[in-house]
């Protein structure tokens, strides 16, 4: 598998520019996270889904941001309008199922979305 | 809510020196918990996983142990290596499927 795969890798946009965050999850997993980073507030979660039903949403930080997953192997992170303090890198993981197995419930991250807002 | 702190923020050794990374979390309700690596400019690689009825895991030169009654998971490095340069980070997974991050240590090995 090519495990978990985001585009773009990076991306430099204006402010007020619609910007659009994609993400493919490992082929069978069946929950996927959008993470933010940045150095000042470290890893964040903006949202989750499992089987492609949002779960918790309540790290997106406003209605500028919204996440949609229409099936199993693809979702998108949209933010509109982009502001200079949206800058950071996100992130997509995804997860199988949990189990009592451990190799199961590991956690894989694409390699991030590096998102400049000027 | 879960709060996941790990210490030193930063760390730097000598090549060969064996070495404890610490993480500590507030909740004691968590199903698991992930060691992660991440280097500069790159995503984050999954480095051992304990399930909540576990002690430890090992892997190479690498073990994480988990003591849910203290709230702390220790991940220790034999024979460090400069290649092992990179940031740390905890990770649990506790109610409702979330994956909390720690605050992370950097960790630089000299030659």
Request: aromatic share 8%; proline share 5%.
């Amino acid at each position: 598998d090519a495990g978990v795969i985001q585009s773009p890798r990076h991306e430099v946009t204006e402010m007020g520019q619609e910007v659009t965050l994609r993400c493919k999850p490992i082929s069978g997993h069946n929950s996927l996270f959008w993470y933010r980073q940045t150095m000042m507030r470290g890893l964040e979660l903006l949202i989750y889904f499992n089987n492609n039903v949002p779960i918790d949403d309540s790290g997106m930080p406003e209605d500028r941001f919204s996440a949609k997953m229409p099936n199993a192997s693809f979702s998108t992170l949209k933010i509109q309008p982009s502001e200079p303090r949206d800058s950071a890198v996100y992130f997509c993981a995804s997860r199988g199922q949990l189990s009592l197995s451990s190799s199961g419930n590991t956690i894989y991250f694409g390699e991030g979305s590096w998102l400049t807002v000027v | 809510k879960q709060e996941v702190t790990q210490i030193p923020a930063a760390l730097s050794v000598p090549e060969g020196e064996n070495l404890v990374l610490n993480c500590s979390f507030t909740d004691s309700a968590i199903y698991n918990l992930q060691w992660f690596r991440q280097d500069p400019g790159k995503g984050l690689t999954s480095l051992l996983l304990i399930q909540s009825s576990q002690r430890e895991q090992t892997s190479g030169r690498l073990n994480a142990s988990l003591d849910k009654s203290s709230g702390r998971s220790t991940l220790y490095i034999a024979a460090s290596q400069p290649g092992d340069s990179a940031t740390y980070l905890c990770a649990f997974t506790g109610g409702g499927n979330k994956l909390t991050f720690g605050t992370g240590t950097q960790l630089k090995v000299e030659l």
